[in-house]
C-alpha cells in the first residue's frame, strides 16, 4: 500500500453524514488527527515519558487531497507515517481508504506538517532524537 507506520480503524458515526449521505469532508481531518494521535502513542508507546509542555508538538499546516466519497456503512482505515523530518519539524502524511469488496480503495490523502515546540518557553525546539529514531 504505502510506507505507512501504523494503521488505524475508523468509526464512521451518523453525525459524520452530510444530506447526500457522504461523510463531510472537514471529517477526513478529524479522522487524520485520530491517526496522528494513535500512531503517535503507539510511536512511544509506554516505556517513554514525555513532558508535554516541554516537549510538545504544532500542527503547522494540513492539506487534504480528496479522492472519493465516504459513505456512513464503509469499513474505513488511515495509514499514517512520517514522511520528512527536519531539524525542528517533521511531516505527517496519510492515505485514508475504504475497503470495498474486501479491496482497499483509496479516498482521500493528507499531509500535515508538525512543529516541535516548547510551551514553557513558548519556543520552537529540535526534535528530540529518541522521536526521530522511532520514527525513522
Not at 62 to 84: A, C
Request: net charge neutral; aromatic share 12%.
Amino acid at each position: 500500500m504505502t510506507p505507512y507506520k501504523h494503521k488505524t480503524q475508523i468509526q464512521i458515526r451518523f453525525k459524520d453524514v452530510d444530506r447526500l449521505g457522504h461523510v463531510n469532508n472537514a471529517n477526513h481531518i478529524t479522522y487524520f488527527e485520530l491517526a496522528r494521535v494513535e500512531y503517535f502513542n503507539a510511536l512511544m508507546g509506554d516505556d517513554v515519558k514525555i513532558d508535554w509542555e516541554s516537549e510538545s508538538l504544532i500542527l503547522a499546516k494540513m492539506e487534504m487531497e480528496y479522492k472519493q466519497p465516504i459513505l456512513l456503512e464503509d469499513k474505513l482505515f488511515v495509514y499514517t507515517w512520517v514522511s520528512r523530518i527536519g531539524s525542528k519539524s517533521f511531516d505527517m502524511s496519510c492515505t485514508i481508504v475504504r475497503v470495498i469488496n474486501g479491496v482497499e480503495v483509496e479516498a482521500a490523502k493528507g499531509l500535515a506538517v508538525i512543529v516541535c515546540f516548547n510551551y514553557k518557553t513558548n519556543q520552537t525546539i529540535l526534535v528530540p532524537q529518541d522521536w526521530k529514531r522511532r520514527m525513522m
